[in-house]
């Protein structure tokens, strides 16, 4: 039988309700701080190497041979395979969800939807029928200059809506907006990929065409002078016109698509 429990996170001086519907019953756990604390004997990435011994959780990356080292070119501790800037050490990783069921994401809807914990990801509610419909997560916000977000997720389904189904991803600080987006066309077969900043907007053509079931990886950098978002090995970039300030909200934004999240992952400069 299952059973829903809502609990409220305050964040940024607004109370949030998040809905979350588990497999399983039992006691719902309670809102930790955050997922730094890696869950124990979780290996998110399946190469090999628990969460907390991985200095890229969420990419594989095990060392080629057994005892070496991972590959972490500037030493800063954010492996190459998903530090985002590879060859300049300060990356920090700064906050982590992996959707488990034994740590309670900090991650809220603002809308009270219901969205599904499952063992090891959140799926967002299905696409309307008819209309359109979004769906907004977000996190409360924290110090984190030149943050960039990693959010791995897969399209269990899009809606009805011809040109507008589409993942975005969402970094905003004081003043300042950045976006990347995945949109999927209905009309005309293709799904684009764009970033935003302060309402300049680029496009570019995204190839392949998104594939239901198949685990995407998208990746927001807002740095000083650029953003950039990657899909897939696709990257966009547009002008930061705004640096704006350390304090980060984060969120994923969806309208007439359902998608399936594994994790979560926000890095900073510090
Ligand atoms: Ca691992
Ligand atoms: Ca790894
Ligand atoms: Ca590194
Ligand atoms: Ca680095």
Redesign the pocket.
């Known amino acids: 039988m299952r059973w829903v429990v809502a609990w409220a996170l305050l964040a940024t001086g607004c109370d949030m309700v998040f809905n979350v519907e588990l497999p399983d019953g039992g006691v719902a756990p309670p809102p930790e701080p955050d997922a730094t604390i890696a869950p124990v004997a979780h290996d998110e990435d399946g190469d090999g190497l628990d969460d907390r011994a991985d200095n890229c959780p969420t990419a594989a990356n095990a060392p080629a041979t057994a005892g070496a080292a991972q590959d972490?070119?500037?030493?800063?501790?954010?492996?190459?395979a998903c530090?985002p800037h590879?060859v300049t050490?300060g990356?920090v990783l700064v906050a982590v969800e992996y959707f488990t069921a034994s740590t309670a994401p900090v991650w809220a809807s603002v809308i009270p939807d219901t969205w599904t914990l499952r063992t090891d990801s959140l799926v967002s509610p299905p696409p309307p029928v008819t209309g359109q419909v979004g769906h907004l997560l977000e996190r409360p916000a924290l110090q984190a200059a030149g943050a960039t977000i990693d959010v791995g997720y897969s399209v269990v389904d899009v809606g009805p809506e011809l040109n507008s189904n589409h993942v975005e991803v969402r970094l905003d600080t004081t003043g300042d907006s950045a976006h990347c987006r995945v949109e999927e066309s209905l009309l005309d077969g293709n799904s684009r990929l764009e970033v935003e900043s302060s309402l300049v907007l680029v496009g570019s053509n995204f190839t392949p065409e998104v594939v239901a079931g198949q685990r995407y990886v998208a990746r927001l950098t807002r740095d000083a002078a650029e953003h950039r978002c990657a899909v897939q090995g696709t990257v966009v970039t547009t002008a930061n016109n705004d640096p704006g300030g350390v304090v980060v909200s984060a969120a994923v934004d969806l309208v007439d698509t359902q998608i399936e999240i594994e994790f979560i992952a926000i890095y900073a400069v510090p």
Not at 72 to 80: E, S, Y
Request: glycine content about 24%; overall charge negative.
């Open positions: 972490d070119f500037d030493g800063d501790g954010v492996g190459d530090d590879p050490a990356d």
